[in-house]
């Protein structure tokens, strides 16, 4: 059994065997595990000093090296490096994503499609839009914001204007929307109020190249979709450059 779970934490058929085998002998000689380690005295060694190095051992220097197996709680160790490695795999891949989603999508002539859940899958889609080349094009009903949906957009702003994304914002013309704009930031950002444009509550869309994506912010079921799609993004691009150019006062 422990030589199971040793193996999820990344260690060897042979390391998982001494280990378990220092656990049960307790302090001994490396000449006292040959025989049940099934092992020739080189290999033995070798792994000895693997898992003195990873921290699982220890070994007293005198005539004779005596090996003892680390405290198991040191094994906490090991599924801290795990959780590590697999934050790094999620969030390489996650970049990557985009790209062979794009492939999928050329390849295949299908939109790809991504749903999320709660207010993390809002983080992912909106961090998702700072991969866009260009303009990202916005349709925003203020009311959509709850506290936390603020605090993350907050941060979403520093991001992209670091990265100097310019953005566009459509937003119906009524009393919510106009003191968001009043305190909205302008760098990098241009807001349209449309009047008698419907409001949109709990909903964004924002538009990126070939992407579009739906929030619905809705507390309790929030909701994200993203659609990656060049015939999609590029009918809601056009309607949203119709209601600019229509509506903008220069």
Do not use: C
């Not at 080349?133 to 907050?154: G, H, M, Q, R, W």
């Not at 950002?189 to 964004?204: D, N, R």
């Amino acid at each position: 059994m422990y030589q199971e779970i040793l193996k999820k934490l990344g260690l060897n058929a042979n390391e998982a065997h001494i280990y378990e085998l220092l656990l049960t002998k307790g302090r001994t000689k490396a000449r006292d595990l040959l025989t049940d380690s099934g092992l020739g005295r080189g290999n033995l060694y070798n792994v000895l000093t693997s898992l003195v190095s990873q921290g699982l051992a220890t070994v007293a220097e005198g005539k004779q090296q005596i090996y003892e197996a680390a405290e198991p709680s040191h094994l906490a160790i090991l599924v801290d490096d795990q959780k590590r490695r697999a934050d790094r795999l999620a969030q390489e891949f996650q970049g990557e994503l985009p790209k062979l989603l794009s492939t999928f999508n050329l390849t295949t002539g299908k939109p790809a499609i991504q749903v999320f859940e709660g207010i993390e899958g809002v983080e992912i889609a909106l961090m998702e839009s700072l991969s866009a080349k260009s303009s990202i094009y916005t349709y925003l009903d203020p009311s959509a914001f709850s506290e936390d949906v603020a605090k993350l957009n907050a941060r979403y702003i520093a991001l992209r204007q670091r990265k100097g994304i310019t953005k566009r914002i459509i937003l119906p013309d009524n009393e919510g929307s106009r003191q968001y704009v009043a305190n909205a930031t302008k760098e990098l950002t241009e807001y349209l109020l449309i009047p008698g444009l419907p409001a949109m509550p709990e909903i964004a869309v924002e538009m990126y190249g070939d992407t579009v994506t739906y929030l619905n912010l809705r507390g309790g079921k929030t909701i994200s979709v993203i659609v990656r799609d060049i015939s999609i993004a590029s009918m809601h691009l056009a309607q949203f450059e119709f209601l600019w150019k229509t509506f903008k006062v220069s």
